[in-house]
């Protein structure tokens, strides 16, 4: 609706908002749409589990590293770290 930092574009969006409510509803059903597939528990913890894996895979380019293996990797809860 306006670009980063533009405040004249920013102002005609909201009064635009103001002037249709309908226009708004609909923006804002697909925006909490975007954060509910965007940021929930299951994404974050899939996010944390690619962050593990990369960490151990990186640290010897193998998936066993220092004593911890990461087994049979899927992305999913960080349960799948076994500390032996």
């Not at 533009?6 to 002037?19: G, K």
């Not at 220092?66 to 032996?84: C, D, I, K, M, N």
Request: hydrophobic letters at 30%; glycine letters at 8%.
């Amino acid at each position: 609706m306006h670009d980063h930092g533009n405040s004249e574009q920013l102002a005609d969006a909201i009064l635009a908002c103001i002037e249709d409510p309908d226009m708004a509803k609909k923006l804002g059903d697909a925006a909490r749409e975007t954060c509910r597939r965007t940021y929930n528990s299951q994404v974050f913890a899939d996010n944390v589990t690619q962050i593990y894996h990369d960490f151990f895979a990186g640290l010897t380019g193998r998936e066993e590293t220092h004593g911890y293996r990461v087994e049979g990797f899927t992305r999913g809860p960080p349960q799948a770290l076994s500390p032996w």
